[in-house]
């Protein structure tokens, strides 16, 4: 537990009424979670208390079936750390992130990363990446390590939130939280030469003061498997296609086959990007969007 005001940490542990039964998620309490807690004689303590979330991003759990695993609660601004190649970030993986984060309306800042890396054609591809999702309404950060692009900025925007430092294994985040901070010496890795993936540096969520406000750096995410969304909660947690709710010639419209539907026009006119469109329809088709008792907490 980090004390806000101190910034002293203390071992905690739950006690057992927290461990009920019938929860579904792999995690009853999680960084970000405002609790109460009683000092023990140890010098641990335990949690008696969790306060209401305001907010959370939560995924489907990988390893277990009908789970979800949370990842951070509480989030002011949630920066998703992306790369074009080692490792490679999906766009599918982006736009998966940016459903849950419009869920509970956490604003989100794509920061790509690596900017030394890349050749002339990626750097192309990087540019029309941020106009894309700068124009749908994201923040976006270009930044490196190396030569300290963006670090600057980043700093400032951390300045009094709660942040989530989110994005693959190897992407960055634990080097670019450090650059920030030297003084807070996280781990961080090499990029795998057999898989082209990145090595997890960080194993767990954590949170640190930083830059005037709070970090939370979390362990890389291969998937992100979306949960207890309907279909029309999907469509309008993509911004471009929410813009056109009551227009089309129904007002259920889903803009998947609809005749007089405008989102299909206007992917046909450029209007929406045909990338948000196809990810779109793969998140309606998804296992994970087909699951129907997933338990609400």
């Keep these: 537990m980090l004390d806000e005001a101190t910034g002293a940490r203390t071992e905690c ?62 989030i ?35 920061v790509f990363n690596k900017m030394d890396l890349y050749n002339e054609a ?27 692009t963006g670090i600057d900025e980043l700093r400032k925007m951390i300045d009094g939130k709660v942040c989530l430092f989110s994005g693959h294994s190897g992407t960055g985040k634990s080097a670019i939280i450090s650059a920030i901070d030297p003084t807070l010496n996280l781990r961080t890795g090499d990029i795998s030469k057999v898989h082209n993936k990145g ?16 970090m939370i750096d979390t362990p890389g995410i291969k998937e992100f498997g979306l949960i207890q ?8 947690y993509f911004p471009e296609l929410r813009a056109f709710n009551n227009r089309c010639k129904f007002d259920d419209c889903s803009h998947t086959h609809e005749p007089g539907c405008l989102v299909q026009e206007a992917v046909e006119n450029g209007e929406i990007a ?9 998140i309606l088709e998804a296992d994970d969007m087909k699951l129907a008792d997933w338990e609400l907490r």
Aim: hydrophobic fraction near 40%; include cysteine.
């Design 229 to 236: 969304y309907t279909k029309e909660e999907v469509r309008d």
């Design 76 to 110: 002011d601004l949630a920066f998703l750390v992306v790369t074009l190649r080692e490792p490679r970030t999906s766009l599918g993986f982006i736009d998966r992130f940016l459903v849950a984060a419009e869920g509970f309306r956490i604003p989100v800042c794509l």
């Design 274 to 282: 045909l990338s948000r469109y196809l990810n779109y329809l793969a």
């Design 13 to 74: 542990r739950l006690r057992g009424q927290f461990r009920i039964h019938g929860i579904k998620n792999t995690n009853p309490v999680v960084v970000g979670d405002r609790v109460t807690w009683e000092p023990e004689k140890d010098g641990t303590g335990s949690i008696t208390a969790i306060e209401p979330r305001k907010n959370y991003i939560e995924r489907k759990s990988t390893n277990l079936s009908k789970i979800r695993h949370l990842i951070a609660a509480n």
């Design 199 to 214: 090595k997890h540096t960080t194993t767990f969520a954590e949170m640190f003061p930083l830059a005037g406000g709070y």
């Design 122 to 148: 990626e750097m192309d591809v990087v540019e029309e990446l941020s106009e894309l999702y700068r124009n749908i309404g994201y923040g976006i950060l270009h930044t490196s390590v190396v030569n300290g």
